[in-house]
Each structure stands twice: as C-alpha cells, then as structure tokens.
C-alpha cells in the first residue's frame, strides 16, 4: 500500500509514534510518506496514497493548531480516502478525536481507525516534575506501556485503511463542561505564559530554535534570540535547544528535560 503519514510534535512524543509506525511500515514493505505539519507545507501529493494516517498532541483538550490549519489551508480535497489518526495525550483527551476527524472529513477522508496513546505530560514534566529524579521517574510511568501498545499498531493501522470501513467516534460528554472550561483559562493565559520563553548564558546563537519553530515564530535579532506571540506552546524549541539554553521562566533552571524514549 502507498501510505502518507502527516503528524505534528512539539516534545517528541508524537514524533516517536508516527516514526516507530513509519520505520515499521516499511520493513512491512509498504510505500511511505512521512511529514511533519510546519506552517506552509505543501501536501499536494496525498491524493497519490492509498491511505493518510494523521497524528497529534492533545493540546488543551484540542489537535495541535498548527496540524489543524495545515490540514484547513494545505490539504488537498479528496473523495472518500481512508484515513487513521492517533493521538499522543498526558491524562484527558477530551474531544479532540471528534475535532481532528471532522477537520479531515471536511477534505473528504473518511475516518478508518483512531489510536490513542497515553505518555508523559510535557507540560507537567517542564512545569512541576522536572526536579528531581524520582518525579521525573513517576511522571514519565505511562510510557512503559507504549512498547506493547507500538508494537500492535502499525498491523492495525494497515488492516483499517485496506478494510476502508468507517468508523464511528464516540463523544465524550461527560469531561466536555471541565475540559472547556480548563480550555479557555488555557487560551487566556496562553499570550502570558509565552512570554516566559527566553536563552541563557548558555546560547551560542545557532539558530536552531528558529528552524525547528512550526510556527516561525522565533528570531536572532541583535545577538539575541526574540519570541513571537504566535506561539503554540508546543515547546519544540525547548525540547531540541542542543545547548538546553532555553527556559521558561524560573521554572525550568534546574529541571532535568524529558526526551522521549521507549524504555
Ligand atoms: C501546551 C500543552 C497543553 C497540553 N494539554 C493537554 C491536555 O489538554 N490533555 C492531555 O491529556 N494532555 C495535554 N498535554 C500533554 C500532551 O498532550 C502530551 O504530553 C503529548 O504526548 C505531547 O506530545 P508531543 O510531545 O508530540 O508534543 C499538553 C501539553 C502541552 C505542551
Ligand atoms: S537553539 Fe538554543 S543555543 Fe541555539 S539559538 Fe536557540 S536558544 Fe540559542
Ligand atoms: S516558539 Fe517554541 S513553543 Fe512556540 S510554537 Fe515555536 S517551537 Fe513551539
């Protein structure tokens, strides 16, 4: 089969899963694509596959922004192709099944197969956990079962898009008042809780936060390196900053970083 694997990633923990399924797919023998979803990628050439699978972080209980508006501006319409999607997620996911479906089936896709994958909260983990050892241990438990749950998935993934059934998402009714609630506190503080992103000492000014940015959303001006307010709090830059120059607020000083791994 020709299968296009399109995801988005801000702590790596998505990336894992689409590149554990892609590496997968091929020794399956399969025809891969795979894709990162940056701000102004071209996605001309999914109508060539058989088959998309989409991934995203939950991020305040919705899909990335930045997966949702290349999916919106860039995806190409296409009459009834399968498509599976996963979701990474630290605790409640929400609906944000229900919101990246409806966003696909707006192109045309229909929903095959939905996986959703619980891992450490990077959030959390910059925020609260980061401190000592035997937090981080604790924070980082729920990815020990990924090992068992990765290793199924690229078979299921396979037989839903060759079955091309659709299915049906169930909408979680119960978590929506909570959800929606933490939501908007979210999005309130969000333009405040971005200006806390700033390089220390240890910049060397190697731009690679501005490269890795989804968003372009980072600059080197003057010798140093400047935010933007259109931010996803995504903590991409943060995550792959090679010096760990970059911190958030006092928060993160002394924090040892989450690098996703499977144990
Ligand atoms: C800004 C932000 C918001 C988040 N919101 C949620 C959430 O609403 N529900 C949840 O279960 N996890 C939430 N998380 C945790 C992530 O969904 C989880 O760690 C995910 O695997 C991160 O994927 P990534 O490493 O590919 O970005 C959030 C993380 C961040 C950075
Ligand atoms: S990636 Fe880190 S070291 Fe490189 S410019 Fe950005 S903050 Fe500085
Ligand atoms: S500035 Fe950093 S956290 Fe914000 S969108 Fe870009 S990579 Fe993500």
């Given amino acids: 089969m020709k299968i296009f694997v399109l995801y988005f990633s801000g702590g790596g923990n998505t990336q894992l899963v689409a590149h554990h399924l892609f590496n997968r797919l091929k020794q399956m023998g399969h025809d891969v694509r795979i894709r990162f979803a940056r701000k102004g990628i071209s ?5 060539e596959f058989d088959g998309l699978v989409v991934g995203s972080p939950v991020y305040a209980y919705s899909p990335a922004q930045t997966l949702m508006e290349v999916i919106e501006q860039s995806m190409p319409t ?3 192709k399968p498509s599976f999607i996963f979701l990474t997620y630290g605790g409640l996911v929400g609906n944000a099944h229900i919101e990246l479906a409806n966003a696909l089936k707006n192109r045309g896709f229909k929903i095959v197969g939905l996986e959703e994958f ?3 909260d990077t959030l959390f983990l910059m925020l609260l956990f980061g401190l000592t050892k035997p937090t981080k241990w604790l924070a980082e438990l729920p990815n020990r079962s990924i090992p068992k749950r990765l290793s199924q998935f690229p078979e299921k993934v396979v037989r839903s898009l060759r079955d091309g059934t659709e299915i049906e998402l169930k909408y979680r009714r119960y978590s929506q008042k909570l959800t929606d609630f933490i939501a908007q506190k979210f999005h309130r503080f969000k333009p405040k809780l971005i200006e806390n992103f700033r390089a ?5 000014l190697c731009g690679v936060c501005v490269a890795v940015c989804p968003r372009k959303n980072i600059e ?3 010798g140093q390196v400047i935010w933007g307010v259109d931010c996803e709090l995504c903590l991409r830059c943060y995550t792959l900053c090679p010096r760990d120059a970059i911190q958030f607020g006092k928060w993160t000083r002394h924090v040892i970083k989450y690098k996703p791994y499977i144990p």
Avoid: T, Y
């Avoid at 996605?43 to 109508?47: A, E, S, T, W, Y």
């Avoid at 220390?200 to 060397?204: H, V």
């Fill in 78 to 80: 296409v009459s009834d």
């Fill in 118 to 120: 619980l891992m450490a």
């Fill in 43 to 47: 996605l001309g050439d999914v109508p």
């Fill in 220 to 222: 080197i001006c003057n």
């Fill in 200 to 204: 220390d000492e240890r910049c060397d």
